[in-house]
């Protein structure tokens, strides 16, 4: 419960213990596989990817169990997924503070009032992530400042909202999320953040898993949807029997979304 109010409170909260380390190194080398073919820019993110280890952590009890306490919620669907590889690409660490954003936003019902009608994202140290490679840095509290802000009032969901574009709020000094190979770090796309660069010898490696409730109907990535619906499809036929339901939800919305817009 700590936990839980942590995260509702800052956006972002640290957790240890939630994947087995076996299952972490499996999915570091599954990333690299998945970059080497890339020999000039290792360098970027690439959405919707499988591979057993990566299967393994969407679908695993532990995330499923987190999700729906954080959530407040009894069932949730698997949302996303991504991976990102830094490079080293500067000689001392900083970040472009015109790049700070926020993906989506919640009015303060969506964000306090269980179920959470929320995407909450797992980011995971697939290694060190130390303060100069290249961790995201965020405005803790942020994302219930802006909840706070719209009340009751319907939040903008459409697209990424530069700081300039948001309300002119007295937001926290920026933080870095940072952590050891194999923890975790729940987060909100909701809080003000941004990308930063790699001063070390080492490339960054970090992958996201988002999950939200069933039912919730957030308009995620809605110019992908034919896309996203492929994966969740082929997702749902390699998941285990008793693990499908995870992306049933995420399915159904999908499908509803392709027939509207017919």
């Known amino acids: 419960n700590k936990q839980v109010d942590t995260f509702i409170q800052q ?11 076996s299952l972490i190194e499996m999915a570091s080398e599954c990333m690299d596989r ?16 499988f591979g057993d280890a990566f299967e393994s952590i969407y679908q695993h009890i532990h995330l499923e169990a987190i999700a729906k ?8 669907d698997f949302v996303a997924s991504a991976i990102l590889h830094t490079l080293p690409n500067a000689k001392e660490w900083h970040y472009d503070a ?10 303060e019902a969506e964000l306090c009032v ?23 840095v965020v405005r803790l509290g942020s994302h219930l400042a802006l909840a706070k802000h719209h009340g009751s009032n319907n939040a903008f969901k459409d697209k990424p909202v530069y700081r300039p574009q948001l309300p002119a709020l007295d937001f926290s000094p920026v933080t870095p999320l940072i952590g050891r190979k194999g923890q975790v770090a729940l987060s909100t796309t909701a809080l003000v953040h941004a990308a930063s660069y790699n001063a070390t010898e080492k490339a960054r490696k970090v992958m996201f898993v988002s999950y939200a409730p069933t039912g919730s109907n957030i308009r995620f990535n809605a110019d992908l949807v034919e896309e996203r619906l492929k994966y969740m499809q082929e997702l749902h036929r390699r998941f285990a ?10 399915i159904m919305q999908l499908e509803g979304m392709m027939t509207s817009s017919i």
Request: glycine content about 6%.
């Open 98 to 107: 015109t790049t700070e954003h926020v993906d989506i936003q919640y009015n």
């Open 11 to 21: 956006g972002a909260v640290l957790l240890d213990d939630v994947l087995e380390p």
């Open 34 to 49: 998945h970059y080497a073919p890339y020999t000039e820019n290792k360098t970027g993110a690439f959405q919707y990817i």
């Open 69 to 76: 306490r954080v959530l407040g919620c009894d069932k949730i």
């Open 241 to 250: 029997p008793a693990r499908k339901h995870l992306v049933e939800g995420t």
């Open 114 to 136: 269980c179920p959470r009608n929320i995407l909450i994202t797992f980011m995971i140290f697939l290694d060190d992530v130390t303060a100069e490679r290249a961790p995201t």
